[in-house]
């Protein structure tokens, strides 16, 4: 067996099928110990919400953590977010110009102040409202000059975050840190802000079998041999597409 790199979204993904996780968890820590094999976990959770499921779900230990979809990564177990890649989301990000922007929107109702952060401005949008907003707000967005994101999850969610980020890209960027090449990298998720996870390279990618519509209609859009579509769900699902690759006994 040799290391490879595990990447996983965490509510509805890792998350949501208990007995599952504990011997999923069980498996890659081991792997780790035994190969060096890197454990990630890729969230839109703020750095906040996400200590809360780790107490909560009693989660291993990652090897570098990616929260509020992409935008901060915290190598190890560091307070402090990898500076090389904020600095790369500065340019052509404007806090202040997306908020006084998105004030024109009355459907745009703001996310908690915990889920605000300095490279990602968060709202509720009911997906009724979101064919009609989603295209006007994104250009009204550009015509102000910002290069920006709209990542749109759950039929609620709605992220915008500087266009250099997202989790795929944040992936990637460990990935080449950390030398290991696509074929011997995993990638796991659930819903719309997992698209990037899958849509950046040949990463090895599993959808778990609970997967919402948005990540569904986007893989049979963009069918690719290196993806795997499991029957389980949330980490029974990650268990069996980690089989599937033979990356896992
Ligand atoms: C998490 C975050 C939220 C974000 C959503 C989708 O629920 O807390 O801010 O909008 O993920 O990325
Ligand atoms: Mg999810």
């Known amino acids: 067996m040799k290391p490879f790199m595990f990447v996983t979204d965490l509510d ?6 208990d007995t599952a996780l504990i ?13 060096g094999t890197k454990i990630v976990y890729a969230t839109g959770r703020s750095p906040i919400l996400y200590q809360e499921l780790k107490q909560e779900k009693n989660l291993i230990d990652p090897d570098a953590l990616v929260v ?8 190890d177990t560091s307070r402090v977010p990898d500076s090389t890649w904020s600095e790369k989301l500065s340019a052509g990000w ?13 459907e745009l109702v703001p996310q908690p102040d915990s889920e605000q952060r300095p490279f990602k401005v968060s709202f509720f949008l009911q997906e009724t409202a979101s064919t009609k907003v989603l295209p006007q707000l994104s250009s009204r967005l ?10 749109y999850s759950s039929g609620i969610d709605l992220d915008i975050v500087p266009q250099g980020s997202d989790k795929g890209q944040a992936m990637q960027f460990l990935r080449q840190k950390w030398q290991f090449v696509a074929e011997r990298t995993v990638v796991c998720g659930d819903s719309g802000n ?14 778990v079998g609970n997967a919402r519509p948005e990540l569904l209609e986007w893989h049979n859009q963009n069918p690719a041999n290196h993806r795997y579509l499991a029957k389980d769900f949330c980490a029974g699902g990650i268990l069996e597409g980690l089989k599937y690759f033979g990356l896992m006994e």
Do not use: C, M, W
């Not at 509805?12 to 099928?17: D, I, L, Q, S």
């Not at 997992?194 to 959808?207: C, M, Q």
């Open 68 to 75: 509020s979809v992409g935008t901060e990564i915290y190598l």
């Open 12 to 17: 509805n993904t890792f998350v949501g099928n």
């Open 23 to 35: 011997e999923l968890s069980q498996k890659l820590n081991q792997h780790r110990q035994e190969y």
């Open 194 to 207: 997992d698209i990037a996870l899958f849509a950046v390279g040949n990463e090895r990618g599993i959808i």
């Open 94 to 106: 404007n806090r202040e110009v997306v908020l006084s922007t998105t004030a024109d929107f009355p």
């Open 142 to 151: 550009k015509a102000r000059g910002l290069d920006i994101k709209l990542i």
